[in-house]
Nanobody, 123 residues
Framework: QVQLTESGGGSAQVGGSLRLSCAASGFTGSRPCTGWFRQTSENEREGVAFIDRNEMIRYADSVKGRFTISEDSTKTTTFLQMNALKPEDSGMYFC?????????????????WGQGTQVTVSS
């Protein structure tokens, strides 16, 4: 059974940093496509950053140059380093994973989700 557990959310001031972690278990075979999504109460889940087994990395335009997605040496934990935070970065951040390569960055393409971790950026 696949399980994803996020941690590292919290509050930060504008311009500050936070680091999110997503610990994955239960995957068999090759490393999955892992993505971070964020959601506010008004909006749909927005894809923020993605990484797959081929080291393919993709970022939303809104976070390019500020956020970095990476994995640990065991490839079981994915990180999202968030720098130069803005108020619009606030929201619930979800980790999602799907076996195989990243072929779609829409939430519907991911069948495994964590419970989410809240990020609040204030001035």
């Amino acid at each position: 059974q696949v399980q994803l557990t996020e941690s590292g959310g919290g509050s930060a001031q504008v311009g500050g940093s936070l680091r999110l972690s997503c610990a994955a278990s239960g995957f068999t075979g090759s490393r999955p496509c892992t993505g971070w999504f964020r959601q506010t109460s008004e909006n749909e889940r927005e894809g923020v950053a993605f990484i797959d087994r081929n080291e393919m990395i993709r970022y939303a335009d809104s976070v390019k140059g500020r956020f970095t997605i990476s994995e640990d040496s065991t490839k079981t934990t994915t990180f999202l380093q968030m720098n130069a935070l803005k108020p619009e970065d606030s929201g619930m951040y979800f980790c999602a994973a799907e076996p195989g390569r990243c072929y779609s960055y829409n939430p519907g393409a991911f069948s495994n989700w964590g419970q989410g971790t809240q990020v609040t950026v204030s001035s």
